[in-house]
């Protein structure tokens, strides 16, 4: 049962455009929400998180964006980098006290390419 | 300068052997994490540690061990009882158990011959 999803394998977008990663859970008691940049044979970076009484978080070129009632987030990257190309995977928390406390639970990845 | 550590970067080894893989940090974190990464896949929890001294299985924690007898170390063991234990292997921490970021360490790859 994956719980987090990214359905979009991969994605393309040309330099100083908008790049839009998406991600769908399906576990309302998710409460906290990062998105994490990896390179191959690297562990993954933190990038952003927001929790779940926000609907909106910003870091420099990096915003990232909840919509609880329809179980979907999104990291909007503008402008776009070359050096942005990495897979991307969102990750989800449950609440303290709860069964998946501080545990992670991560989406497949989405592959960005950023063409200059 | 804080950080966490994994050793060594790749290893190899036979079928049938267990082996140890390090994880070391300096960060004062309470909490750490032992990912699997396989190809194509999310990271997959495999054990996870709150406190010395104790720890939790994850959602793929067979054929694994782990021990948690200092705050800086959390070492895992690939045991024979590990079905496809080729992957690689991410290590994390936190400040906390709680909604904490997590920082993970730079991996190391397995291959089982």
């Known amino acids: 049962d994956q719980q987090v999803k990214q359905n979009s394998p991969s994605l393309s977008v040309q330099e100083g455009r908008i790049s839009i990663l998406n991600c769908d859970y399906t576990?309302?008691?998710?409460?906290?929400f990062l998105w994490y940049k990896k390179y191959p044979a690297e562990g993954p970076t933190f990038l952003i998180s927001?929790?779940?009484?926000?609907d909106k978080n910003e870091d420099g070129r990096f915003t990232v964006f909840l919509n609880k009632s329809a179980k979907h987030l999104s990291l909007h990257i503008v402008p776009s980098q070359p050096g942005d190309s990495a897979v991307y995977f969102c990750?989800?928390?449950?609440?303290?006290?709860?069964?998946?406390?501080?545990?992670?639970?991560f989406g497949q990845g989405t592959i960005l390419t950023v063409h200059p | 300068d804080g950080g966490i550590t994994q050793s060594p970067k790749y290893l190899f080894r036979k079928e049938g052997q267990n082996v140890t893989l390090s994880c070391e940090q300096n960060?004062?974190?309470?909490?750490m994490y032992w990912y699997r990464q396989d190809p194509g896949q999310g990271l997959r929890l495999i054990y996870y540690?709150?406190?010395?001294?104790?720890?939790q299985k994850g959602d793929i924690a067979e054929g694994y061990s782990v021990s948690r007898e200092k705050k800086e170390s959390f070492p895992l063991t690939v045991t024979s009882a590990q079905k496809n234990p080729t992957a690689f292997y991410l290590c994390?921490?936190?400040?906390?158990?709680?909604?904490?970021?997590?920082?993970f360490g730079p991996g190391t790859r397995l291959t089982v011959l």
């Open positions: 994390a921490s936190s400040r906390s158990g709680n909604t904490d970021t997590q920082y």
């Open positions: 540690s709150q406190i010395v001294n104790d720890f």
């Open positions: 927001i929790s779940s009484i926000k």
């Open positions: 960060l004062n974190h309470d909490a």
């Open positions: 990750a989800a928390s449950g609440g303290a006290g709860g069964t998946s406390y501080g545990k992670l639970t």
């Open positions: 576990n309302s008691m998710f409460d906290y």
